[in-house]
Nanobody, 114 residues
Framework: QVQLVESGGGLVQAGGSLRLSCATSRSLFSGKTVAWYRQAPGKQRELIAS???????GYVDSVKGRFTISRDNAKNTVFLQMNDLIPEDTGDYYCNTPTALTTWGRGTQVTVSS
């Protein structure tokens, strides 16, 4: 079964940065849009950033200008560079292919202290 493995989370102070990675063992991402999702404590999981197969990107307003999504197709990996973190960015972060969701990975936890 294809696995998604998220990593790079941690505890950071407000204003800090983190770089998340999402890797898969197969070419799951090939030709597909890949997205990062965030699940804040007590809230539903939401899509916050996406990248198309051609590299086009999209962001929700709350992260626009602070987060950057990118992909390395040769390594079947997608990244999320998060800068100027704020406490509201705290949550569990996941990746998936929104047009054809696969089994969710365990996610990576991000905690931003004020």
């Amino acid at each position: 079964q294809v696995q998604l493995v998220e990593s790079g989370g941690g505890l950071v102070q407000a204003g800090g940065s983190l770089r998340l990675s999402c890797a898969t063992s197969r070419s799951l991402f090939s030709g597909k849009t890949v997205a990062w999702y965030r699940q804040a404590p007590g809230k539903q999981r939401e899509l916050i950033a996406s990248i198309g197969r051609g590299g086009s990107t999209g962001y929700v307003d709350s992260v626009k200008g602070r987060f950057t999504i990118s992909r390395d197709n040769a390594k079947n990996t997608v990244f999320l560079q998060m800068n100027d973190l704020i406490p509201e960015d705290t949550g569990d972060y996941y990746c998936n292919t929104p047009t054809a969701l696969t089994t969710w990975g365990r996610g990576t936890q991000v905690t931003v202290s004020s």
